[in-house]
């Protein structure tokens, strides 16, 4: 796997998107890559990412 993102802001400059915009992705189950571990806080890893932004059925969210 490629590198992986470290917090909300980390994805979010990644994808282009506000931090609040990774919060919400996970509040409402969006089927974003994005993980949380617990006492760690959010992180994804960029080939993952990557993937879900080439995949067809990913919604403009």
């Known amino acids: 796997m490629k590198g992986r ?4 802001e ?3 400059a990644y994808l282009g998107k506000p931090a609040r915009w990774v919060y919400q992705a996970r ?3 969006w089927r974003v890559p ?3 571990a617990d006492g ?3 992180y994804a ?3 993952e990412l990557d993937a ?3 995949d067809p059925a990913t ?3």
């Open 5 to 8: 993102l470290d917090g909300a």
């Open 10 to 12: 980390a994805i979010a």
């Open 27 to 29: 509040e409402r189950r």
């Open 34 to 36: 994005i993980r949380k």
């Open 40 to 42: 760690l806080g959010l």
């Open 45 to 47: 890893f960029v080939d």
């Open 52 to 54: 879900w932004q080439r």
């Open 59 to 61: 919604l403009a969210q």
